[in-house]
C-alpha cells in the first residue's frame, strides 16, 4: 500500500505539474518526533513516539492509506558517518513496476480524473509508539544520529459532503507535498560493549598525565570472538591505543591520558561527555562502542 501511495502522489504531481502553488500554503498535517531520551546507554531500547495531527481546522480529504502508515518506516534517518540507514522490512510487499492509471469518475456531467482518498477528521491526531527503533533500523555505531519523519500526502478540495464522487480530482487539489517532522538528535552508545576505566577523567592529566592509565575493555558483539577483532586500529576518539591485551573473554586497550582528555576537546569541569571507541575487525567492517566520562579539575 506504501508504494502505491507514493507511486499515486508522484504520478499525480507529473500528470499537473509542479507548479510554485504546489508549495505555497502550509502543510494541514503536522508531524511531531519524541525520543524517550537525547542519550541511550548500551543495551538501552530507541524509544521514539511519532504523531500526525490535523492542523486545518477543517475535515481533510487525504490520498488514501496515509493514515495506515507505519511513520517510522517514512523517517530519514542518518547515522554518525553521515549515512542514510534504509529501514529493516520484514514483510512481504507488492511490487509495482508502473505507476498505476487513475480512474475517470462522471462528476457533473464530465469523465473526470480522481485518485483515492481518506477522510480525515477535524480532531483526527494519531499517535505512533515504537519501543526500539533498531527493530527497523540498523542502529549500530556510538554517536550523533539524526531523524525526521517525511510523509508524502495529498490534500483535496470538498465538493461536498466526503462520499461525493467528484472529490479526489486532481486538477481541483489542495494540496500536494511532503510533511516533514523537522530533524531530531539523539545519540547512542552502539551495539559494542565497552567499558572506560575509570570514567571520571581530570583536567590536570594534560600537564601531568604520569601514574595515570586509561583502560578500555571491550566484550565481543552476538556472533563475534576477539579473534575476530583487529586489535592494530582500536581506537578513542580518533587517538590511537598505546597497547591492547587479548584476553579469552575480552580485549584491553591502553589509551594516553593527556591525548585522550584532549579528544573531548573543549569541556566544563562537572560535566558528562560521550567517548566514542571504535576499530575494524579483521574480515573486514567496523565496530563501535560508547560511554560517557564525567570530568573533573
Not at 462520499?163 to 530533524?183: F, H, M, P, Q, T
Request: charged fraction near 20%; glycine fraction near 8%; proline fraction near 6%.
Amino acid at each position: 500500500m506504501r508504494k502505491l501511495n507514493l507511486f499515486i502522489i508522484i504520478g499525480t504531481a507529473m500528470l499537473i505539474g509542479w507548479g510554485g502553488t504546489l508549495w505555497a500554503q502550509a502543510p494541514p498535517i503536522s508531524v511531531t518526533v519524541t525520543f524517550d531520551k537525547d542519550y541511550f546507554a548500551y543495551g538501552e531500547p530507541v524509544g521514539v513516539t511519532i504523531t500526525a495531527t490535523n492542523i486545518s481546522g477543517k475535515e481533510l480529504l487525504v490520498s488514501k492509506g496515509f493514515s495506515s502508515r507505519l511513520f517510522c518506516l517514512e523517517m530519514r534517518l542518518i547515522d554518525p558517518a553521515g549515512r542514510l540507514l534504509l529501514p529493516k522490512i520484514d514483510q512481504q510487499r507488492t511490487e509495482f513496476p508502473d505507476t498505476p492509471p487513475l480512474p475517470f469518475v462522471l462528476c457533473n456531467g464530465k469523465l473526470t480524473q480522481v485518485a483515492p482518498y481518506e477522510v480525515l477528521s477535524v480532531n483526527w491526531s494519531m499517535t505512533q509508539r515504537v519501543d526500539d527503533l533498531r527493530t527497523y533500523y540498523p542502529i549500530k555505531f556510538p554517536g550523533h544520529y539524526s531523524a525526521e519523519v517525511q510523509l508524502s500526502a495529498m490534500t483535496f478540495i470538498q465538493t461536498g459532503t466526503s462520499g461525493d464522487r467528484c472529490a479526489g480530482d486532481i486538477k481541483n487539489y489542495e494540496w500536494l507535498g511532503v510533511v516533514k517532522s523537522g530533524a531530531k538528535y539523539v545519540s547512542t552508545e552502539g551495539t559494542t560493549e565497552v567499558h572506560i576505566v575509570p570514567n571520571q577523567w581530570h583536567l590536570s592529566w594534560i600537564d601531568d598525565p604520569r601514574n595515570q592509565e586509561i583502560q578500555v575493555q571491550i566484550r565481543p558483539e552476538n556472533g563475534k570472538k576477539v579473534d575476530d577483532y583487529n586489535t592494530q586500529y582500536i581506537q578513542l576518539n580518533n587517538v590511537k591505543a598505546t597497547s591492547v591485551e587479548v584476553l579469552p573473554s575480552m580485549i584491553k586497550a591502553y589509551f594516553d591520558p593527556k591525548a585522550s582528555v584532549e579528544s573531548l576537546g573543549q569541556v566544563e569541569v562537572g560535566q558528562w561527555y560521550p567517548v566514542v571507541v571504535s576499530g575494524m575487525f579483521k574480515s573486514g567492517g567496523f565496530f563501535g562502542g560508547g560511554q560517557k566520562v564525567r570530568i573533573h579539575k
